[in-house]
């Protein structure tokens, strides 16, 4: 359903080299080359709701089943670990909005694999974690925003940006512990809109913690949704 014309129609980037091994690509505008792709260490044997490792990727693990979290699934790439931390580092920090295209293409690639094999399915819509006002005006592009744009597109998922929003600038999360985080982040979301039976996946480029996650799901279950994934490029283990 999801054809390769769809996204090789809407992915230009300027360069025609892989930007993890520098060799010429045959596709310019896929950024990664088939090698690198293949040669990826991703997240296979990892607890389908936490994407910590674990003994099955399709049973809960045992931190999961006493505590369940609220959304049903995480999906990612990858460990947050090079060459991919990397990549994500230049992207936000370097200016290097073009590699959007490529991080989008990355996740759809790993998401078709389950997809066919049946692991999961589309759902109705993705929300991106929002970035406050001030720090989109610093970088010049919300990171999240310009990955989501794409995949939405290629999965014919409704995305509207801004439905999700910041309410007050916070603390970055690194360093805190586990009841700092949530201090810093309560009442820092605000959501509009009817999710009511919607299936919605909430995106991130990195989830490190699940304390956003975890207040992002909360407001749309609130919200009716039916259920809530997460979706990242990496997965911090
Ligand atoms: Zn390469
Ligand atoms: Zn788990």
Request: with cysteine; aromatic share 24%; charged share 10%.
């Given at each position: 359903m999801f054809t390769k014309t769809v996204f090789t129609k809407t992915m230009l980037t300027m360069?025609?080299?892989?930007?993890?091994?520098?060799q010429n690509l045959y596709f310019a505008h896929h950024g990664i080359c088939h090698f690198c792709w293949q040669s990826l260490k991703r997240l296979e044997n990892v607890c389908p709701r936490c994407s910590l490792p674990a003994s099955s990727r399709d049973l809960p693990c045992g931190r999961c089943l006493k505590e369940p979290p609220l959304w049903q699934r995480i999906i990612a790439v990858?460990?947050?670990?090079p060459p991919l931390s990397q990549l994500i580092r230049r992207y936000k920090y370097h200016s290097t909005p073009q590699l959007a295209a490529v991080l989008a293409r990355l996740f759809l690639l790993h998401w078709l694999q389950g997809y066919r094999d049946g692991r999961w399915s589309k759902p109705d819509c993705i929300l991106g974690i929002p970035l406050h006002r001030q720090k989109r005006w610093q970088r010049g592009f919300d990171q999240v925003e310009l990955i989501i744009r794409p995949l939405a597109r290629w999965l014919q998922c409704q995305y509207q940006p801004n439905l999700l929003q910041r309410t007050r600038a916070t603390l970055t999360q690194r360093g805190l512990s586990a009841a700092q985080r949530k201090t810093n982040l309560k009442h820092a979301f605000q959501l509009r809109g009817d999710f009511t039976d919607q299936h919605v996946v909430i995106f991130d480029d990195v989830i490190t913690t699940g304390t956003t996650l975890h207040e992002a799901t909360q407001l749309l279950i609130h919200a009716g949704a039916r259920s809530v994934q997460a979706w990242a490029i990496c997965r911090t283990l």
């Open positions: 360069v025609g080299y892989c930007w993890l091994c520098h990858t460990d947050y670990a």
